[in-house]
């Protein structure tokens, strides 16, 4: 079964400064990876997706993230933090089960963001 | 703004009660999948819809049940509510062109923040 690992409940960052998200996947087959992020009392917005197109995906807001199945690593990245990152991100895998399919959320990560 | 808007934000219930959950989806998208957000986690995914039929479910036990409607409109039903079901339920929608691998993007709507005393 498809499953992903986010390292670290809380990631502190100064403004400015680089942000480093982590994933791990684990998968038997090439995977579908995603970022949400989730502000409070929000929903969840989709930042990046990886599709097994380019390893390198752009998303919004700046964030990028990086395949690395040698690693199976898919860790989201933003050079300069912004005050408005502060958010709960959540790393997910894409699952098909027989004729359905499912998003198979890590456990999150917040991004706190100090001045 | 997502399209997709949920009702009621914030609810509390009694344990052993029933509770209806509902979601309205952008026009066009005929899959709607609903995901429980417990404290502190991750969501989990409930079960999917597809054209009005349910053609995928997670770990829940049948007490959770669901229908999606025509209009676009979708139900998430809970029986005999117990303390453990109080989280965050989020319905998610997009446009599916089939059953098959669809990666396009999942539009969430806020959530129905349920609390069960």
């Known amino acids: 079964a498809q499953s992903v690992t986010q390292l670290g409940s809380h990631v502190s960052v100064s403004e400015g400064a680089l942000v480093l998200l982590r994933c791990n996947y684990s998968?038997?087959?090439?995977?579908?990876l995603f970022w949400y992020v989730q502000y409070p009392n929000q929903g969840l917005q989709l930042l990046l997706k990886?599709?097994?197109?380019?390893?390198l995906v752009k998303g919004i807001n700046g964030f990028e993230a990086e395949f690395k199945k040698s690693e199976t690593s898919f860790h989201l990245t933003k050079p300069s933090a912004h005050m408005s990152d502060a958010a709960e991100y959540f790393c997910a895998s894409f699952s098909m089960n027989t004729g359905f399919q499912k998003l198979v959320f890590g456990t999150g990560t917040r991004l706190l963001v100090s001045p | 703004e997502t399209g997709v808007t949920q009702s009621p934000t914030h609810l509390i219930k009694t344990r052993g009660q029933q509770v209806t959950l509902r979601c309205s989806s952008q026009s066009g998208h005929n899959t709607v999948s609903w995901y429980q957000q417990a404290l502190g986690q991750g969501p989990q995914f409930i079960f999917q819809?597809?054209?009005?039929?349910?053609?995928g479910r997670g770990n829940f036990p049948p007490r959770f049940s669901g229908l999606q409607f025509p209009n676009y409109s979708s139900e998430l039903n809970v029986n005999a509510l117990e303390l453990d079901d109080s989280a965050l339920y989020l319905c998610a929608s997009r446009y599916s062109a089939g059953t098959g691998i669809n990666t396009g993007e999942l539009f969430f709507g806020e959530g129905s923040r349920l609390t069960v005393l």
């Open positions: 819809y597809y054209r009005e039929e349910e053609n």
């Open positions: 998968s038997s087959v090439p995977p579908y």
């Open positions: 990886y599709t097994s197109a380019a390893t």
